[in-house]
């Protein structure tokens, strides 16, 4: 079973950077995509940034030009590099395989315990 770890959340101020990692178990990377979501206290989980077997990408409206998504199939990790922080990108961040199709990406493996990100002066 593929388990995933996500690190590299903390507190950073408005207009910050920081880079999560998602460490994957197992060979995963050669056949599924993988996504960042996030979860804000009192919301729903949403989708930040998906990147495909090939790397193809795809991002909420609400990062695009901000986080990058990228994946190294060496390392089995996939990161998401935030710039210009912003205090509503602060939330719990959780990486998972997907599945990319015209109609959506869904998530499809089980959820870690996420990386907490924290936005404030």
């Known amino acids: 079973q593929v388990q995933l770890v996500e690190s590299g959340g903390g507190l950073v101020q408005p207009g910050g950077s920081l880079r999560l990692s998602c460490a994957a178990s197992?060979?995963?990377?050669?056949?599924?995509?993988m996504g960042w979501y996030r979860q804000a206290p009192g919301k729903q989980r949403e989708l930040v940034a998906a990147i495909s077997n090939i790397g193809r990408t795809k991002y909420a409206d609400s990062v695009k030009g901000r986080f990058t998504i990228s994946r190294d199939s060496a390392k089995n990790t996939v990161y998401l590099q935030m710039n210009s922080l912003k205090p509503e990108d602060a939330a719990v961040y959780y990486c998972?395989?997907?599945?990319?199709?015209?109609?959506?990406?869904?998530?499809?493996?089980?959820w870690g315990q996420g990386t907490q990100v924290t936005v404030s002066s």
């Open positions: 998972n395989t997907v599945v990319i199709t015209s109609s959506g990406t869904y998530s499809t493996g089980s």
């Open positions: 197992g060979s995963i990377f050669s056949a599924n995509g």
